[in-house]
Nanobody
Framework: QVQLVESGGGLVQPGGSLRLSCAAS????????MGWYRQAPGNQRELVAS???????NYVDSVKGRFTISGDNAKNTVYLQMNSLKPEDTAVYYC???????????????WGQGTQVTVSS
C-alpha cells in the first residue's frame, strides 16, 4: 500500500505565505515525479506545480514567481512554498505522485486526501 499524507494548509491573509508538505510512504520502489494540484469550488482540478526526481520543475502561469516546489528524495517528500498569496489561490490542494510500487513493473498516480488553503482578509 502507498499513502500520501499532506500537511500545512490553513487560513492566511492576502500577501501571506504558507508551506505545504506531502510525504509518500509504503511499498515504494521508485517515484517518477510529484506535484501539487488544486481545485476550487465549481472549477476543475488543475496542476499547480510538479517536480521530477531529477529536480526539473513546472508551474502553472498564475503561480510563477510566487510558488516554489521542492523535494527531498531521501524522504519521499515534496513541498510547496506559497508566497504572495491571493484570494484566487483559495482551493483544496492535492498532492500527486507517480510511483512504482515494490514488486510492480508499472507506475500509477496516487493522490493525497487534500488540504484546504483559504486566502482571505
Amino acid at each position: 500500500q502507498v499513502q500520501l499524507v499532506e500537511s500545512g494548509g490553513g487560513l492566511v491573509q492576502p500577501g501571506g505565505s504558507l508551506r505545504l508538505s506531502c510525504a509518500a510512504s509504503g511499498s515504494i520502489f521508485s517515484i517518477n515525479d510529484m506535484g501539487w494540484y488544486r481545485q476550487a469550488p465549481g472549477n476543475q482540478r488543475e496542476l499547480v506545480a510538479s517536480i521530477t526526481t531529477g529536480g526539473n520543475t513546472n508551474y502553472v502561469d498564475s503561480v510563477k514567481g510566487r510558488f516554489t516546489i521542492s523535494g527531498d528524495n531521501a524522504k519521499n517528500t515534496v513541498y510547496l512554498q506559497m508566497n504572495s498569496l491571493k484570494p484566487e489561490d483559495t482551493a483544496v490542494y492535492y498532492c500527486n505522485a507517480n510511483i512504482i510500487k515494490s514488486g510492480s513493473r508499472w507506475s500509477r498516480n496516487y493522490w493525497g486526501q487534500g488540504t484546504q488553503v483559504t486566502v482571505s482578509s
